[in-house]
């Protein structure tokens, strides 16, 4: 008997599938009784059709199962579309609700929409620091950073990322790794030449780096193995952002030529976009490490273990541990190390670290990892404020309509359903603050990045997918947090009451909710206040902290060529250079130097004194010293405090070598203050090494660090010494006002000394200072942000409040009037209970805020968490928002009329 096509099709291709749990068993496929009746319909006698039905079913056990789960699922089915229709029909009502208020709705979507977006935005930097590895790295979780722990000559353990060539080199036979790879911090390097010249991050890195990070070009290729040792022909790689941004992103880039620092290299591919290596730093061109490291500063490096530049990055092997790493890494490093350990001259308990590839789970976080952290713990605070105002205000509003609610419970709506109805109000209001969020987070989330964290490679501008899950995480939590309190006490109100009422007249309703509420926005306020005051504080203490000289007038000044030049020329332009700058009118002085405080140190050694064995040590190490000029320290503002300083005569041929030494070293070798005509020796090493002059003590400054001992400096202009061989690196202008106005004139002046000037770098030194003030800037900043906008949502809460309790209380205010309340009386009522609610939520405030105080103090500079400075200027500024908020309210209540209050009633 031949079957219909339709019920060949049905057995064959299973097109009765149905299954409202999701699926069900592929035995059940079928619906049974209507694979029967088709049978029967096709002319299949009816024992025919059991018989075909039950082969494909299985037994009657199977065919009841089915049939119960069928008819389970039918339930299911039904529960699931009467679930929809509650909800469409919950939105709509959320829809026409909305509509029929919209100040009230803009209103909330506004202050949902700087809560919700404050967190989009933090999440993207919490995010990019503290969660998520570089991009394009595979398999992330098998890639290490390795740092090394060490005591150093003062007994201080170090923990850092630097190593040397050599170091790496050590590494690469560890058998835990499956491959190692090492690279330089990017710095900024000359690229092209005058006068189109400019400056690029250009970092330095092992071929080995890219296959280790499993990164893929957008372009051409990377540098090869044999491509990355000393003498290869020179080959780059842009970065995908740089390639945009200054190639037009045209592809016959590949084979072009790219000039960088003193090298001409082969451009040979283009990274992906947001490729930043192993770190964040952003950067725009990568090099071979060793052909960039040999053309820039000879080949020295290569054996040299004191030449500290490298990072080293490993992926563990298949099976390998982090900890059986470290171990095999650790003895792999002391034995590279073995011979400085017998000279007592490197920590022989060193150990390598094997730490996550991203940084801030690391030993050695940066600042402003730590500050993420806390900032994202604020960003929830300030949504936490706008969720207490917005409930407070739909609380007020479900109040105001309790009449409404009165009639649709009269005519039979459930208070479940009620309840729905207004939390789909939230949750729709919540949504849209979300969607405005978003457009906020998009278009001044990359500029706040850019401007908070210049140093942190933000790449990724678009809304990604956990930036949206997150927000609308965040939406859906601020819809629940503010609707289902507000929801559940609208329609607890007695039903008779309210009808009898006609909604009037019912001043208590929910009001012990809404001061609840109105205190925690007050409390949490103040802790976000009491934040921004503590990071003020720091950032004003590190701004005004006494570095010896005040970095904010003087302009650093280096000079790029466009070739190698003798060091006799380069030396006679920079002295030009000098007089030329001398002459500008904002220009108090200028000299050459051969280092700059905060970016460059050169330590000396230990020199010796004739006669003597031995002059004390310093605890950060040094003494360090610096070949400068005549004008150095007028142009630094350095105070000569015995003798005299560098003069042009010192440098005149036939000069006795003389130097200048730092009050500090000063007091240390000569406590006896006899120092001045003393004889040094500089270089230990040579017996027959010059008597070095000390002419003069200038007054102490800073070196690399804000709060430092202050070191030993040893200042001189006419010796030889290993370290300064060839011209000065740098000039430092002193200036009459702000460096920042001085900068472009100085590099015009600098570009046009000769036509040999490649480049003028010319920056202010409060440049190289800012990055170790950037955690508490970015605090100061944020803090004050998020204190500031949570002020004003706490300020508006309790002006909503305050308004709307005299909005209930006008039959009560009106008795008052006609009683012969006075205008005086009337506002006092009102502006007292303000500032009630508003004291006890700051002494809520200030106890949370001391309570963390410990936690928070390690984030500070010279500041104490504890500050009764700070908690006293918040708890007035919360006082006087308060009595500004509730001013317009008890303004209201003077205009009470009594007859009209009482014949409303």
Known sequence: MRLPDGIRRLFRLGSLRRDVRGDLDDELDFHFEETVRHLIAGGVPEEEALELTRARFGDERAYRNALERIDEGRVRMRERSELIDTAARSAAFAVRSLRRTPGFTVSVVAILALGIGANAVMFGVVDRLLLSPPQHVVDAERVRLLHVRRAIFNGEILTGRTVTFPDYRDFLGVGAFESVAAYAEPRETTVGHAPSAEQARVAAATASLFPLLGVQPALGRFFREEEDLIGADPTAVLAHEYWERERGGDPGVLGSSISVGQGTYT???????????????????????????????????????????????????????????????????????????????????????????????????????????????????????????????????????????????????????????????????????????????????????????????????????????????????????????????????????????????LSGGGSRTRVALLLGQAALSVVLLVGAGLFLRSLRAAEQLDLGFDDDRIVVVSLEWNETLPGEERQAIYEEAVAGIRRLRDVRAAGLTYTVPFRTSIGLGQPRIPGRDSIPRHSSGGPYVNKVGAGYFEAMGLTILQGRGIEPRDDAVGAAPVAVVSESMARAVWPEGDGLGACMVLDSEA??????????????????????????????????????????????????????????????????????????????????????????????????????????????????????????RRRELGIRSALGAGTERLVGLVLKRALVLVAVGVAVGVTASWGAAPLVQPLLFRVRAADPTVYGLVALTLLAVAALAGSVPAWRATRVDPREALQAD
């Not at 993420?372 to 309509?401: D, M, P, Q, Y």
């Open 267 to 505: 451009v040979v591919g283009v990274a992906p976009p947001g490729f930043t290596g192993a770190e964040l730093m952003p950067v725009d061109i990568w090099l071979p490490a060793q052909v960039h490291q040999s053309i820039e500063s000879g080949d020295t490096w290569h054996d040299n273990r004191g030449s500290y530049w490298l990072h080293t990055v490993a992926r563990l092997a298949p099976g390998a541990t982090e900890a059986g790493a470290a171990a095999e890494a650790t003895a792999a490093h002391r034995g590279g190390r073995a011979e400085m350990m017998a000279e007592d001259r490197y920590d022989p308990d060193a150990e390598v670290v094997v730490a996550p590839i991203i940084a801030a789970q690391g030993p050695t976080p940066a600042a402003e990892a730590g500050v993420a952290r806390w900032l994202a713990g604020v960003s929830a605070i300030v949504l936490l404020i706008a969720c207490f105002n917005v409930a407070n205000l739909l609380l007020a509003k479900a109040i105001e309509g309790r009449r409404e609610i009165a009639v649709r419970i009269a005519l039979g709506v459930g208070r479940a359903r009620l309840t729905g109805d207004l939390v789909a109000e939230s949750v729709l209001l919540s949504g849209l603050g979300a969607v405005a969020a978003l457009l906020a987070a998009r278009l001044l989330g990359p500029n706040l990045h850019r401007a908070l964290l210049p140093e942190v490679a933000f790449t990724d501008a678009g809304l990604g997918g956990r930036l949206l899950a997150f927000t609308a995480a965040a939406a859906l939590l601020a819809g629940l947090l503010t609707g289902v309190v507000p929801a559940l006490q609208a329609v607890r109100s007695d039903l008779a009451e309210t009808l009898r009422s006609g909604g009037r007249g």
């Open 687 to 808: 017996e027959d090494a010059p008597c070095t002059e000390v002419i003069g003590v200038v007054e102490n400054h800073r070196r690399q660090e804000l709060v430092e001992d202050d070191p030993h400096f040893l200042f001189y202009i006419n010796q030889g010494h290993p370290d300064f061989v060839g011209p000065p690196r740098a000039l430092m202008a002193g200036t009459t006002g702000p460096a920042g106005a001085v900068v472009a004139s100085v590099r015009e002046e600098a570009r046009g000394v000769s036509p040999q000037v490649r480049f003028v770098d010319a920056v202010a030194l409060s440049d190289y200072v800012a990055p170790q003030m950037r955690s508490w800037r970015l605090g100061a900043s944020m803090f004050t942000a998020f204190g500031v906008l949570a002020l004003i949502v706490a300020g508006w809460g309790l002006y909503s409040v305050l308004a709307f309790d005299v909005t209930l």
